[in-house]
């Protein structure tokens, strides 16, 4: 792999004046609410909340007090950051915590060949990276794996990473270079079994495509992803130090255009910061629209109440920006962990996306037409829009994070290899199938066992506890009622944390599976149907994740439908049925045709 673009790592107090602004607004709204009351709770039934879940603190009142001094701070008062709260003072440690990042700025030979990708929009090979993403002001964006370790003081460990890109599959036909392979080295690097190892993906659309079916990349850049997610992870163990660990959470909602500083009429005073592409099924009555509305922070404070991180976990997909756009970026998830590195004054922040499936962020916007400054596109005015409304909600969490009580000292986990039998022919065809050396038309799976066995696609589900946490992990884009049915059957849990694209990806995961025709029909214009392996497979992640988090002490509810009355119970039993079944041997599939074959993009 030759070097990565020249760059300056984004270090603690430096950034661009686009970054800078979001981080004043976020820093502003926090002693402003911790001076007033208790938030009030958001509506009963918030969507997404669910049972188990932290209580919201977001409402109308504190949507006003989160922007409401943002426009009077200057960039100059960020360097103070935020003080250590009461969350983190006076706490016994019983964690030892260690954060880490790693560069994965793809080479500028890469970039100037035209050999680098992004991934998302559309199908084919129809957008080469010609750079990152660079803001008006000239401030260069960078791409990172982001890691995390939590350790208890009897050493057991739970490894979580961020890698920023489109996706990244559990194991490749080209080598060994998939999350499987990365969690594998890391497991004999640091003695950390693989199964308490969770790498995802934040799904950007403007992120290097590692799935191969919008132009891929070089077979070096996928070592260089590897070879840097093993680096980031075995730090974030070195790194460790005694730590407290703060839980929080909030409902973010859209300012009214005075407050936030957009261009009216490019977002909904009031609005959700994530919204679904479908409506309630007119046949069934079930609830579609609705999504994972929660903002969820897990904060680490050294010793002494410094901070040492922040995992921010959030379920709109990384689409802020549009698929005309030809630079590499994080999109939302890096932009808004850099300004809560700045804003909290710590190394590492870390965003793992959430259950995105069926769920899309709006797009504000603080210029419209002639209004817009010279250089600055229409995509980074919405992702610097975007950063400043909703990194406020992140620090308002952080502030308002309460200690982990209950079995406090608890790192456990579970996973399962599952298997299930694929039935949508034309993604098989396109994803699941044999050689296809033809980069671009193809997708770059492994297609031998245990990955692929006969027509059974194998991956892995899992569920892990940090106190009274649970974190779930699904292999794709799961929808938001999969972790809703996890939280309905499931008690004790003080915050249900859940993992999109997850240690592999398979596309969207929908659940109910009774949905999947109104899925199919409703929106034509969506890919949610075509993205998926089969109809089943969202009921068998949640069957799975339930059963995993009850082995784990969270107590079975005896609710009989994970659903509600408008869709069936999945048949769990008949679902998990093959979860018994070993993972068994995973050879490297044999490649010999290098980078393959890259063909012109289709004509537009």
Known sequence: MSEPCPSKRLRPGRGGAALLAAVAAAVAVVPALARGAAPAAGPAGQPGAGSGSVAPTSSP????????????????????????????????TRFRVGFAKELLDPSAADIAGGQLHLGGYGLFPTRAATGPLVDGDGTVEHIYVRAMAISNNAGTTLLLAALENQGTFTAYKQGAFGIWDIRQQVAQDRGVPAAMIVVNSDHSHAGPDLIGLWGGVPVDYLKYVHD???????????????????????IPTMPTAAQGGYAAGTATPGED?????????????????????????????????????????YAAHATVMGGGNVRYSADWPGRVAAATELAVREPVAVT?????????????????GANRPAGLTGDVDALDTWTRLFTPWVLDAVSHAAPLSGHADTVSGTEVFTREPAT???????????????????????????????NAIGTFVSAHRVGDILFTAA?????????????????GMRAVFTFGLANDQLGYLIAPTTEYGWITVSNIPNDNAFFNVTPAYGDHVMCTQTAAAAGLGFAPTGAGAAYGGNAADPPCPLLSASDAIPMGPAPQQPWPFADGVALPPPPQ
């Open 475 to 491: 292999p794709g884009e799961a929808y938001p009622d999969i972790r809703a049915g996890v939280s309905k059957k499931l008690s």
């Open 228 to 250: 840097q997610a093993v680096k980031a992870l075995d730090e974030a163990y070195d790194n460790r130090v005694p730590a407290t660990l703060a839980v929080g959470s909030n």
């Open 352 to 368: 793992m996306v959430a259950d995105v499936g069926r769920s899309q962020p709006p797009r504000p916007t603080t210029y419209t």
């Open 273 to 313: 910061f994530v919204h679904s592409q479908f409506g309630q099924d007119t046949l069934t009555g079930y609830h579609d629209e609705t999504v994972d509305t929660q903002l969820r922070v897990l904060q680490a404070y050294d010793q002494h109440g410094a901070p040492l991180g922040t995992l921010i976990n």
């Open 424 to 454: 949508n022919a034309a993604l098989l065809g396109v994803s699941y199938s044999g050689e296809l050396p033809v980069r671009g038309y193809g997708a770059y799976r492994a297609t031998t066992a245990p990955w692929v066995t006969g």
């Open 61 to 92: 009142a504190t949507t006003a007090a989160v922007y409401r001094a943002a426009p009077a701070v200057s960039p100059a008062q960020v360097n103070g950051g935020l003080a250590a709260t009461d969350a983190s003072r006076g706490q016994r």
